[in-house]
């Protein structure tokens, strides 16, 4: 009798951002990439290094994070000298008058978070893209060229556009890739397995909840070649469900309340944020986690949980 093989967990990191770099300002303007790459990308870079983690890095995002390294760069960091900074000062004295010492506290605390967007930007070298590339252990997937829900393109030229851009511009900055393709909104039709294999995919999420009986946990080998691998919803919606899932604990920080300047220093408990406590929280839901996916693999299989990158910053 032959053993079976054992289960595994896939952690895929899907990074992206429409253009907006040159572009007016908050709440739809640069100031958004600014706010990712200082609270998500750098944080991020310093944590996965040496991971066994897939990150996802689409064209759009990445023509953004190398513009950082001339005009857009010194933008970013006047956002954060100029605007970050000034936003917090002002909310914190605005609690503080108002008889909120302790909420002023964790603005002011969160304040020290621009020292390290700053430093952790010129600590890279001001090339993001070149930081991600650095990565040791992490797979580097891409993407569509502009994002571009393939199923809905007119034509069969406009698809093969978008595949080929997105696997060149890959590779020029990268230098190498294991031919990882992150499908924009895991948009899938049969026969866009073909097209994918003619750039040179091997692997793409998908996401075939609405489908009954369908096994989320067993990844399929089309014919052309490439592996569809489905994602599982029902470990996802552990990180992101705002109803049932770890957002909702009580040390984690309230994102509905905001201060004047969109600030939240708030729990969901009510109370002024915590980070110690928050941390505490983390770690004990990581065990969860870990406890959660290896009895659903117990069987065998493979669980995919995919989240956009940018939802772990905020």
Do not use: K
């Amino acid at each position: 009798m032959s053993a079976r093989r054992p289960g595994a967990l896939a952690l895929v990191l899907h990074s992206h951002m429409p253009y907006v770099e040159g572009f007016g300002t908050w709440p739809f303007g640069e100031e958004w990439l600014w706010e990712a790459v200082a609270s998500v990308y750098l944080p991020l870079l310093d944590l996965v290094d040496g991971a066994p983690v897939t990150i996802g890095l689409t064209p759009v995002l990445c023509d953004q994070l190398e513009a950082m390294r001339g005009d857009a760069g010194e933008r970013y960091l006047a956002f954060l000298r100029d605007i970050r900074a000034v936003v917090h000062a002002d909310d914190a004295a605005e609690l503080e008058r108002g008889g909120e010492p302790a909420l002023a506290a964790e603005v002011r605390r969160a304040a020290a978070d621009h020292v390290f967007a700053e430093e952790a930007f010129e600590r890279r070298g001001r090339d993001l893209v070149g930081a991600f590339a650095a990565l040791e252990g992490v797979e580097l997937w891409t993407s569509a060229a502009t994002h571009a829900l393939l199923p809905l393109l007119a034509t069969d030229a406009g698809r093969r556009l978008q595949l080929a851009t997105g696997t060149a511009s890959h590779l020029r900055r990268f230098g190498a890739w294991q031919g990882g393709f992150w499908l924009p909104e895991c948009a899938f039709e049969p026969g866009l397995e073909r097209d994918l294999a003619d750039h040179g995919v091997r692997a793409f999420c998908v996401d075939q909840t609405r489908i009954a009986g369908f096994d989320h946990l067993r990844p399929v080998a089309t014919e052309a070649g490439p592996v569809a691998v489905p994602v599982d919803w029902q470990t996802v919606e552990l990180v992101w469900s705002n109803r049932h899932g770890y957002p909702v604990g009580a040390a984690y920080r309230d994102y509905h309340r905001r201060t004047v300047h969109d600030l939240r220093p708030w729990s969901n408990s009510g109370g002024p944020y915590d980070r110690e406590a928050a941390e505490a929280q983390a770690r004990e839901d990581a065990r969860d986690f870990v406890e959660r996916v290896s009895a659903r693999v117990a069987g065998g299989g493979l669980v995919c949980c995919a989240l956009d990158t940018e939802l772990l910053g905020h």
